[in-house]
């Protein structure tokens, strides 16, 4: 029996866009065209000021492991245990919850406030996910 396949996000038009940069190999995110807020998750709005002057950009990919929990429970599909459930938070401010490649995922390997940088696993033609590895150099 094949093993159950990983949960996949729906995109939604106020998220198109990640998903559309995720597949072309950038991390897109949101930013205030009023006050400057730079924000994650997608939303047609400021989240401080409530502005619907928005526009996206191209993101560095650049960040740092803020928190995590490692999974050592065969509880979700697409995942074999052990794996990192990781808070990212991005050079240019906002946090996003994704997983760690390339790297053991033990406490040892996985210290706070570790570089983190951007990569992309290609599930199917249709999905792509970014992911964080860490920063080289």
């Not at 047609?44 to 429970?73: D, M, Q, W």
Request: aromatic letters at 10%; proline letters at 11%.
């Amino acid at each position: 029996m094949a093993e159950p396949a990983r949960a996949r996000p729906k995109p939604t038009p106020e998220t198109q866009h990640y998903w559309d940069g995720a597949k072309t190999g950038e991390l897109r995110l949101q930013r205030c065209d009023d006050c400057s807020h730079v924000y994650f998750p997608p939303r047609p709005f400021c989240s401080k000021c409530a502005s619907r002057n928005v526009s996206v950009f191209k993101a560095s990919g650049k960040g740092f492991l803020y928190s995590y929990v490692i999974n050592h429970r065969p509880a979700a599909p697409g995942f074999t245990p052990p794996y990192a459930i990781a808070v990212v938070e991005l050079d240019e401010g906002p946090r996003l919850m994704s997983n760690i490649i390339d790297c053991e995922q033990t406490p040892e390997a996985l210290e706070l406030d570790m570089k983190l940088e951007v990569a992309f696993q290609k599930v199917d033609d249709t999905l792509t996910l970014p992911v964080f590895r860490p920063a080289k150099g």
